[in-house]
């Protein structure tokens, strides 16, 4: 580990979470959706907000294979896992971070949260930001996120906005891509950042952040921020914000990027055993240097591979 990074800056771990199985969540839902939006899979479909224990894991592995982390802000809407975690841990309500912008609550948009992350009181300047459906698969150090003060180390890749919005449109065309689209919100906040022609192609992994830069940039332009918080649900205004920070920063030779797939694994809902014990092989196997794995859509696994990827989640995870 990088003793000297870990002593001299403290990394805070931001987790969003909601649990879709809540009856008050599910009927103060019910009261802002439009049928249009409840059919738009990528808007509002029940997945987005299914809760199937992730949290649960997500933060054991924070704790196990991130134990330098300093804090984790567990961010919801009057909601609490009841997740132990031997890291503080501190649940913010949307209530808290959208202060002085109650007008746009409630919201059930992750873009929009995160759009007000870095409102977080006493968040530190460096953070990491984590979805719920995330686990920590090996000892990971600070250095791998930030490799030095106020730089970031990210993994991901530059893209072509003209041949990505090429493709998009080709594959929307034939029913295979949504409108509301999670590359397009990337290309809409690189393009807001200054860069016309590329962007960072994000993939699921954490996404290490610096709450100066997101603060610098939404009090700058404010009218930015209300264009990412006063939907409540998805649309084809909104941009990413952690895109916004990568691109200032690449601009300013701040962000180092490297390539995504050695370090994670994805495994989607809708692929059977096959596919995931192929995905498993890819984190056990000598040598592997996965340290993210990100389970998608469990609400959508058949009863087996629930049952196998708990077995892996519980192995991994123990004392």
């Not at 029940?46 to 054991?60: F, K, S």
């Not at 090996?138 to 890749?157: N, S, Y």
């Not at 996404?207 to 084809?236: A, D, M, V």
Request: glycine share 4%; aromatic share 12%.
């Amino acid at each position: 580990m990088n003793t000297n990074i870990q002593n001299n800056f403290p990394i805070d771990v931001v987790i969003t979470w909601v649990d879709g199985n809540d009856p008050v969540l599910n009927a103060k839902r019910a009261l802002y959706i439009q049928p249009e939006q409840a059919n738009e899979k990528k808007i509002a479909a029940p997945t987005r907000y299914a809760n199937n224990g992730e949290i649960y894991w997500c933060v054991r592995s924070v704790n196990k294979f991130m134990p330098w982390v300093r804090r984790i802000f567990l961010v919801t809407d009057g909601q609490d896992p009841h997740v132990e975690s031997r890291i503080p841990l501190e649940i913010v309500d949307h209530s808290v971070i959208f202060r002085g912008y109650e007008q746009y609550l409630p919201t059930f948009c992750s873009v929009s949260i995160e759009a007000m992350m870095w409102r977080i009181p006493g968040l530190s300047e460096h953070f990491i930001y984590i979805n719920d459906d995330f686990m920590i698969c090996r000892p990971v150090t600070p250095d791998m996120f930030f490799p030095q003060p106020e730089h970031i180390l990210l993994h991901a890749r530059k893209a072509s906005v003209f041949w990505t919005k090429v493709w998009h449109a080709f594959k929307f065309s034939c029913g295979r891509s949504c409108r509301v689209n999670y590359i397009q919100r990337m290309m809409n906040a690189a393009t807001i950042a200054g860069n016309s022609r590329s962007f960072i192609r994000l993939a699921h992994t954490p996404y290490p952040l610096l709450r100066s830069t997101l603060e610098q940039f939404y009090t700058s332009h404010p009218e930015r921020l209300i264009q990412n918080i006063q939907n409540r649900f998805r649309s084809l205004q909104h941009f990413r914000t952690d895109e916004i920070c990568y691109t200032l920063l690449l601009g300013e030779g701040r962000l180092h990027l490297q390539p995504v797939r050695p370090v994670l694994m994805r495994y989607y809902g809708k692929k059977g055993m096959a596919q995931l014990e192929w995905a498993l092989r890819r984190v056990t196997r000598p040598g592997s240097s996965v340290c993210f794995v990100c389970f998608y859509a469990l609400d959508q696994v058949s009863d087996d591979v629930y049952a196998r990827i708990s077995q892996f989640a519980e192995e991994l995870l123990k004392e």
